[in-house]
């Protein structure tokens, strides 16, 4: 039995995290609710470790001790972080491949060595671990009517990396030293790291954004034929969190693609329309 204090605790990391996913969760009926909560929380903790680490902290220190207290929390043992206590039931219950979340771990460990990517195939490889193993985590908890379902899961997850990636191109790199643009699109284009570094939205900056602008929305379009393939009642809120985060890249292309005076995010008015908009074509 997962406590109410872990539910909650759960909950607002994915509230002060994930506004785009916590919108689109709280539609999937409460037993899924929670467990989405649980899984976000879990799959955070280590990413905050990387992304944003304590001063004198040592993040590769932080993620092994994890992973060694999720490995026994997952083999029945009882440890003391609740969190991990919650997601073994999570992972028993929904019949979760436990590999999908060593997957994920050692993609956050993989960010402690690697800040570069040479080819679009190289970040796939870690696209895989960090994103498209939660799309099907996911799909065992909401539950699919074809096993076909995975592949598209992992296609939405990728999509959504990606965005995140275009979004986060200044933070990235300014607070972590890391640039997940793979470098031959970034040489096809004759952008620099220096461009980057100087924040220069210059007209081959802007061709590289288009470009892999197209490619996410490939990767959305494509990933919509599988959200069919859902239990019914996970169908509304997943489609709602692919609309949400694809909205991302209309306000890239809103501000000019400069993502480098400000974060680009929806307003609140922008979301209520997405919601209804999507509801109303369910």
Partial sequence: MISTDTITSARNVEKKHGTS???????FPKEIKTAVFILYAFVR???????????HSNPRSEITQWKEQWIRAYNGEQVENQLLQATADIFKKYKIPFDLSISFIDAMMRDTTQSRYTTYTDLQSYMYGSAEVVGMMLTYIIGYTDPHAFSYAQKLG?????????????????KRDRIYLPTEDMNRYHVTESMIRNKEVTQEFID????EITRARKLFREAELGICMLSHNGQFPVRLASRLYEKILDKIEQEQYDIFNKRVRSTTLEKIWLITKTYASH
Avoid: C, S
């Fill in 21 to 27: 996913y916590y919108i689109a969760t709280l539609f």
């Fill in 45 to 55: 903790t280590p990413d905050e470790f990387v992304d944003n680490p304590d001063p």
């Fill in 158 to 174: 990728e999509a959504m990396q990606l965005t995140n990636f275009l979004r986060d191109i200044e933070e990235d790199y300014v």
């Fill in 208 to 211: 590289l954004m288009k470009y």
